[in-house]
C-alpha cells in the first residue's frame, strides 16, 4: 500500500526453539499479549450477537461487498456505488461501526488503547479486539446485519470529489469478495461483467478507482510499490515457501476507495476546527534528499531536483520498469520519514493529501475508533462535542505510532526468521537451491546483490568472484577482473548460499559454477 513507509530495527528477534515456536519467541521479544484479560472476555461477552438497527439509515437493500484476501481474518469495510440524477457517481465506503460496541473507559477501550493495533503473523493474529467483536458482531459478514459508518463522497466525470456525506447506517454484505475474484470481473472474465447488475457495479468502482489514482499520482502522490514477500507454513511451522503478494487493479480499487474515505473524514473535521489523530507524513529534509540523490547516481540514474514532489513522483515512473527496481524504490523509502499519528499537524507527501486521518479499519487500529467517535460527536452536536483536548490527543499520537512501530517490527521479524530458517536448512541438506540476482552496489571487498524471489540481500566477496585479482573502479563503482568479469549495479547473475549468519542476519552467496 502506498503509506508504507520504513521503520528502521534496532535489534533481530530471536529465532523459538523450533519452527514451531518462532512466533511465540517474536511475541515474547516485543512483548506482544498472549490473551484477553478475564474482564475484557467477560465484557465482550454480554455484547449481543444482534444488532439493533434503530435510528439507523437502512441500506440493507442496497449492493454492498467486501473485498479481501482469500485468508481475511475480519471485514471491516465495504463498497457500494450509485449514480445520482445529475450523472455523478456516488462512493459509498462503508466501515464497521465499532465505536457502537466499544464504549470510552470500558474494559475493552482500556485493552484496546493498550494493543492499539492487531498484529499479524502468518500462522496467526493478535488481534486489538476480542474475537467475539472482531470475527464477530463488527465483522461485515456477507448476509448479516451489521451496524455502519457510511461515508457517501460524489464524483463528477472528471473524477473530482465535489461533495461528501455521512451517516450511522445498517448493511447487509451481498457478497464477500476476493482480490482475484474481482481481477476476474474489471478484466471482463466473469460471465455478464457488463451486463448484470452486481458485476457492473463492480467494475464501474474499478473504474473510478483507476480515475482516482490517476490524479492522484499528477499531483505529485508517489507510486512505491515493493512487492512483499508472504510465508507459507506447514503444520509444524516449518516454512513451505514464499509467494509475492500481487498488487494488481483489485487492490488498487480497494485502496483508492479507503483513501479517499479518509481524505474526506479528515478534510470535514479538520476543516471545521476539529483535531485528530492525523496521519501525518511529511517530505524528506534536505540532507536526505541529497544522500538519495547520491545513492542513485550511483545506480546510473540520471536525477532532477527530486526536491519537487511531481519530479520526484516522475523519477518512480522511469524507473518502474528497471531490474534494480525495488533496490532503488528500498532506497526511496529509507529517505522517506515514516509516517506516524499527529494530533498537531496534517498532510500526507507521499499519498498527496493536504488532509489525511485513518478511518476505515477500526477493528485493528485504535486511531480509527478515535476518529469514528470524533465525527459521530461533531455530527450529533458539532465541532464543540468532537474536540479532545490537545494533551490527551498528543498522549494518543505518541503511543499508538510506537505500537504501530511495534507490530510492524514484530510481523517484518517474523517473516525474517522464518527466510533464514529456509536458507540455513538448504545449506544443512546440501539441497541447495539457485536463484535470479542483481548486483545492487559494488564495494572494493565484494558486490551486494538482491535476490527477488525471496526478498533476501547479501555479499558475493570478491575471492569468488574471480581466481584472478578483482580490481574495483572507484570512479564508476564497478568491479572487474583481467581477461573478463565484471559486475556492477544492475548485473545480473545466477547465485547460491553460501553462507548463513543467524545471528547478524547475514547472508553470503557465491556465484553459481564457482
Known amino acids: 500500500m502506498a503509506d508504507r ?6 535489534s533481530f528477534p530471536p529465532p523459538g526453539k523450533t519452527p514451531r515456536e518462532d512466533t511465540a519467541a517474536v511475541m515474547k521479544f516485543y512483548d506482544l499479549p498472549k490473551a484477553f484479560p478475564p474482564k475484557v472476555l467477560a465484557e465482550a461477552r454480554e455484547i449481543p450477537a444482534k444488532v439493533d438497527a434503530t435510528g439507523r439509515l437502512d441500506l440493507r437493500k442496497k449492493f454492498i461487498f467486501t473485498c479481501d484476501p482469500v485468508t481475511a481474518r475480519d471485514f471491516d469495510d465495504a463498497l457500494s456505488l450509485e449514480t445520482d440524477r ?9 466501515i464497521a461501526d465499532v465505536s457502537h460496541f466499544v464504549r470510552p473507559g470500558s474494559e475493552i477501550d482500556r485493552e484496546a488503547y493498550r494493543r492499539s493495533m492487531s498484529v499479524y503473523f502468518a500462522d496467526r493474529v493478535v488481534p486489538m479486539l476480542p474475537e467475539a467483536l472482531s ?7 456477507p448476509g448479516e446485519d451489521r451496524l455502519a459508518f457510511s461515508v457517501f463522497m460524489t464524483f463528477n466525470k472528471n473524477g473530482e470529489m465535489t461533495g461528501r456525506s455521512f451517516a450511522k447506517s ?5 457478497a464477500r469478495l476476493t482480490y482475484e475474484q474481482v481481477m476476474t470481473i474489471i478484466s471482463g472474465g466473469a460471465k455478464g461483467a457488463r451486463g448484470s447488475k452486481d458485476l457492473k457495479t463492480v467494475y464501474e468502482i474499478h473504474e473510478l478507482a483507476q480515475q482516482l489514482r490517476a490524479r492522484r499520482f499528477a499531483d505529485g502522490a508517489l507510486d512505491i510499490e515493493i512487492p512483499e514477500a508472504e510465508v507459507l507454513l506447514d503444520a509444524d511451522g516449518e516454512m513451505m515457501g514464499l509467494v509475492t503478494r500481487p498488487y494488481d487493479e483489485s487492490h488498487q480499487m480497494v485502496e483508492e476507495c479507503m483513501v479517499a474515505a479518509n481524505e474526506a473524514v479528515a478534510k470535514e473535521l479538520w476543516t471545521k476546527g476539529v483535531r485528530i489523530l492525523a496521519r501525518l507524513h511529511e517530505p524528506p529534509g534536505d540532507e536526505k534528499i541529497f544522500a538519495l540523490r547520491s545513492e542513485l547516481r550511483g545506480l546510473g540514474l540520471k536525477v532532477g531536483n527530486i526536491s519537487n514532489p511531481k519530479v520526484f513522483a516522475q ?7 528497471k531490474p534494480l527496481y525495488p533496490t532503488m524504490a528500498t532506497m526511496i523509502l529509507r529517505s522517506m520519514k515514516r509516517a506516524v499519528y499527529d494530533s498537531a499537524k496534517i498532510g500526507h507527501f507521499g499519498l498527496s493529501k493536504k488532509y489525511y486521518a485513518h478511518f476505515t479499519s477500526p477493528i485493528r487500529r485504535y486511531p480509527d475508533l478515535t476518529l469514528h467517535r470524533q465525527l459521530s460527536a461533531f455530527l450529533e452536536g458539532g465541532a464543540k462535542a468532537a474536540r479532545v483536548a490537545p494533551d490527551v490527543l498528543a498522549k494518543w499520537a505518541e503511543h499508538t505510532t510506537e505500537m504501530e512501530g511495534i507490530a510492524a517490527d514484530a510481523e517484518r521479524g517474523l517473516v525474517e526468521i522464518k527466510k533464514y530458517r529456509l536458507l540455513e536448512e538448504q545449506l544443512a541438506s546440501r539441497q541447495i537451491l539457485d536463484y535470479d540476482a542483481i548486483v545492487s552496489k559494488c564495494t572494493p571487498y565484494g558486490c551486494f546483490v538482491e535476490i527477488p524471489e525471496i526478498s533476501v540481500s547479501g555479499l558475493i566477496h570478491v575471492s569468488v568472484l574471480s581466481k584472478k585479482f578483482v580490481r574495483y573502479n572507484e570512479s564508476d563503482g564497478s568491479l572487474s577482473a583481467p581477461g573478463g568479469g565484471s559486475w556492477r549495479p544492475g548485473t545480473m547473475l545466477k547465485v547460491h548460499v553460501a553462507k548463513v549468519d543467524f545471528q547478524q542476519r547475514r547472508v553470503d552467496f557465491i556465484p553459481c559454477g564457482r
Request: with cysteine.
Open 86 to 94: 445529475r450523472g455523478n457517481r456516488i462512493l459509498g465506503v462503508h
Open 170 to 174: 445498517v448493511i447487509r454484505s451481498r
Open 135 to 141: 470475527n464477530g458482531v463488527c465483522s461485515l459478514m
Open 315 to 321: 523519477l518512480l515512473r522511469t524507473i518502474r520498469n
Open 5 to 10: 513507509f520504513s521503520r528502521k530495527e534496532t
